[in-house]
């Protein structure tokens, strides 16, 4: 994939925004898309819905899961990703507020490749999101598309 799009599934705009500037400060420029809930971020990934006619195929780099979602909670976006044979090598981080021992033990049970907790402090959150960026973005090898 040329253009490594970010999935970013956030219900909050504050969040949304929070996230969007840590990317932007640490000169992560790679195109978001912003899901606002779980049945919209499936909808992109499978091409349906409002997505109708996107290439489910073309899948992006990562997806930045929220735990606490409407219509479909981040569980059940994992759930569904990792059950389908397309989607199942993508890489999901679950980027969340909850510090629950059983939401991180769930998350992991249904194979999100890393659990990270939203800091508070906003340059902690930019660093969190740099070393997210640099690992998933550049250092990680994903296999090759068939």
């Not at 780099?61 to 059950?83: H, T, Y």
């Not at 939203?118 to 990680?140: C, T, Y």
Request: glycine share 4%; hydrophobic share 40%.
């Amino acid at each position: 994939m040329s253009n490594k799009i970010i999935l970013l599934v956030e219900d909050n705009p504050d969040d949304e925004a929070l996230t969007l500037r840590a990317l932007q400060k640490n000169h992560i420029l790679n195109e978001v898309v912003v899901a606002r809930d779980g049945r919209e971020a499936l909808d992109y990934l499978f091409g349906v819905g409002a997505y109708a006619g996107r290439d489910p195929h073309d899948l992006p780099q990562i997806v930045l899961l929220d735990l606490k979602l409407p219509k479909l909670n981040g569980l059940e976006v994992l759930r569904q990703v990792r059950a389908d044979p397309r989607t199942r090598p993508l890489p999901v981080v679950m980027l969340t507020s909850s510090n629950e021992e059983r939401d991180i033990l769930h998350s992991y049970s249904l194979g999100v490749n890393s659990y990270v907790r939203k800091p508070v402090d906003f340059i902690e959150f930019v660093e969190a999101v740099r070393q997210l960026g640099l690992h998933w973005l550049v250092l990680n090898q994903p296999p090759l598309e068939k």
